[in-house]
């Protein structure tokens, strides 16, 4: 695979905020309020096809989400 072609697949790769809101069933305003308040991954990268984030930085944003619900209810049953 040549040097551009291998750009081309990562950019490929990268989804669109129209993406990631299907995904998560939220609205762009939706979107921005994540990034701001919950840190949702910054976009990777804009291009003329619009801005993109990287799946793999959404699924580990996913996982410490899921560990921080968990550490939340454990400190819930632990002080009932």
């Given amino acids: 695979m040549s040097g551009l072609e291998s750009i081309k697949a990562e950019l490929e790769r990268h989804v669109t905020i129209e993406q990631v809101c299907e ?45 921080m619900a968990a550490k939340i209810e454990e400190n819930a049953c632990t002080q009932n």
Avoid: V, Y
């Avoid at 069933?25 to 921005?32: A, D, F, H, R, V």
């Avoid at 990034?35 to 699924?59: A, C, H, M, Q, V």
């Fill in 23 to 67: 995904a998560f069933q939220i609205s762009q305003k939706t979107l921005k309020r994540w990034r701001k308040e919950l840190n949702f991954p910054r976009p990777s990268f804009t291009s003329r096809k619009g801005i993109r984030f990287d799946p793999d930085l959404i699924t580990a944003w996913i996982e410490k989400q899921k560990e």
